[in-house]
């Protein structure tokens, strides 16, 4: 990433001047083959005469260039499609991956069939498989993502079948519950999903909104979020999570609410802070995913975390919340501690699967930004991130065989495989296998396009990788086998010298003060055992 600064060219291309981009006026520019862009330059007319009578225009300072730079370089910090790009381009610019979103979820879920109306919630299936699918839900992802009461839920949905001629916002509720649950028993789409998904959305459409927000509205738009994370689109969840962001605000749930205008939905306090705390972490990583912006109000307060029940780990989730927003690319690089944060977060405690792959995913982020900040992490600190990332991986391949497609299965062990090349030592590369191996267990499991464009990123990346260090073993090997002249030595001296090739230092160590003699003495023995070598292997 060690790339020259780009000067502005008098002329930029159209790509350029759309995204307001420095252009070096090149064909293709550097910008375009950086980010995959199509250069081309719009039909230019032949110089005009200069008007002796008009005011010069002032091209804009240096200093508001570099601004401007400063701003997009923050914008595309978090960025995990960015950080594959610039990892590609880094090994083989001309190989590189182009910018793309890689294994975000583990893909859409589609059946063949002609598109679907939407149906009354009650005639799509009936009331016992709703009840089986929404069990399905309250195992699986309660736990994690917990801002619904159980109790409250079935009873309902018994009520919802008892009068079948009401639909009501609730539909939102009882479909989405229950096409998650679909999308957590079974692994391909099926025609009941898809009616329960277009049923649930038909709900929130229709819903007209004349007072402010109710708890309903916003629990059945988080579901739909969390749907559309799983299955969608970055831009399509994007979108619904801000959309869930302004609908909180008009709530009044969010914490700075104190405007008699927007009277505040009332709620238990503890379910507040999980739908305003989710709400938060989705738009947060959305934004982050894209570059986009992240909803914020006027005073960015934080809700506190929820109170702790039996079986329910919300609060882990959220527990990373204010590291993550703290990651806000708004923010300068000077008001975060990255290696202290990174110490935070890897000293956090997380005991369910979901748990620590949001766990390994703000890592991870975090991880980027040192590296484009060209910063270093100590050696202990990387055993605690190698140590995690494992964990995260073993997490991954339990959830995918037991059909919990949450979206990090896909997206932590991609990213996982490039934080490892760009980590580059003998540990991190050590796990590559296994992260490949994960990689390939969750696309061959999942079988969507998704999946396979994202395992033949993880195949070129690690292949370019390699083709890179098999250029440069060949260039030692070249330097090694040159022509030796006349008179000089036949062979390479012995890189493992033994016992009497320490002798000489004999005289020295008989100098030191005993205890430090001692200990020359010690690591001088374990070398002589050990032995080292040119590429720096040692005895495992």
């Not at 008892?162 to 692994?187: E, H, M, N, W, Y």
């Not at 702790?308 to 609060?315: H, I, R, V």
């Not at 030692?476 to 890189?495: D, N, R, T």
């Not at 690591?523 to 032995?531: H, K, P, Q, R």
């Amino acid at each position: 990433m060690n790339s020259p600064k780009r000067k502005r060219s008098r002329l930029a291309c159209k790509p350029c001047r759309e995204r307001k981009r420095k252009c070096d006026g090149a064909d293709p520019c550097i910008t375009c083959t950086e980010w995959g862009y199509e250069c081309y330059y719009a039909a230019q007319r032949g110089p005009a005469a200069p008007d002796p009578t008009a005011r010069p225009v002032l091209a804009p300072s240096t200093v508001e260039s570099d601004h401007c730079g400063r701003i997009r370089r923050r914008l595309e910090a978090n960025s995990g499609a960015a950080f594959v790009r610039k990892l590609g381009l880094d090994i083989d610019p001309i190989k590189a991956p182009k910018l793309n979103l890689f294994g975000w979820n583990l893909g859409a879920r589609q059946v063949s069939s002609p598109p679907l109306n939407a149906l009354s919630i009650v005639e799509i299936t009936s009331l016992e498989h709703m009840k089986s699918l929404s069990q399905v839900y309250f195992d699986k992802v309660d736990p994690c993502y917990g801002f619904i009461d159980p109790r409250q839920f079935f009873e309902r949905l018994n009520t919802r079948w008892k009068s079948p001629l009401t639909p009501s916002i609730d539909d939102s509720i009882l479909g989405g519950v229950a096409a998650i649950g679909c999308l957590f028993s079974q692994r391909h789409a099926t025609i009941t999903e898809l009616h329960l998904v277009r049923s649930a959305r038909s709900s929130l459409d229709n819903h007209h909104l004349s007072d402010p927000p109710s708890i309903d509205l916003l629990t059945g738009w988080t579901l739909r979020l969390i749907y559309l994370r799983m299955t969608d689109s970055p831009r399509s969840t994007w979108i619904a999570s801000s959309t869930l962001m302004h609908l909180v605000e008009a709530s009044g749930l969010h914490p700075e609410s104190t405007s008699d205008l927007v009277p505040c939905a009332q709620c238990d306090p503890d379910l507040k802070k999980r739908l305003v705390g989710l709400a938060h972490h989705l738009n947060a990583w959305t934004s982050f995913d894209l570059g986009l912006s992240r909803v914020s109000f006027q005073i960015n307060d934080l809700p506190l975390l929820p109170s702790p029940k039996p079986g329910d780990y919300t609060a882990e989730v959220l527990g990373l919340l204010p590291v993550s927003v703290s990651l806000d690319p708004g923010r300068s690089e000077e008001e975060t501690d990255l290696t202290s944060t990174l110490s935070k977060v890897l000293d956090g405690s997380h005991t369910q699967s979901p748990s620590v792959l949001a766990q390994c995913n703000l890592v991870l982020c975090i991880l980027r930004r040192i590296h484009s900040q060209k910063l270093d992490i100590s050696s202990g600190l990387a055993e605690q991130v190698l140590a995690l990332l494992k964990k995260g991986l073993g997490c991954a391949r339990s959830m995918v065989m037991d059909c919990s497609p949450w979206h990090h299965v896909a997206n932590v062990p991609f990213h996982i495989i490039c934080v490892l090349l760009v980590m580059d030592t003998r540990p991190s590369l050590g796990m590559l296998p296994e992260a490949m191996q994960t990689l390939s267990l969750v696309a061959s499991t999942c079988d969507t396009e998704t999946m396979k464009t994202a395992y033949s990123a993880a195949c070129l990346l690690v292949r370019i990788h390699q083709q890179r260090r098999e250029e440069d073993i060949a260039v030692f090997g070249e330097a090694l086998s040159m022509q030796q002249p006349e008179g000089a030595i036949a062979s390479p001296p012995q890189l493992n010298p033994g016992a009497e090739d320490y002798s000489w230092l004999g005289a020295l160590v008989a100098d030191f003060p005993e205890q430090q003699r001692d200990e020359l003495e010690e690591f001088l023995n374990a070398d002589m055992i050990n032995g080292s070598s040119l590429l720096g292997e040692s005895e495992a």
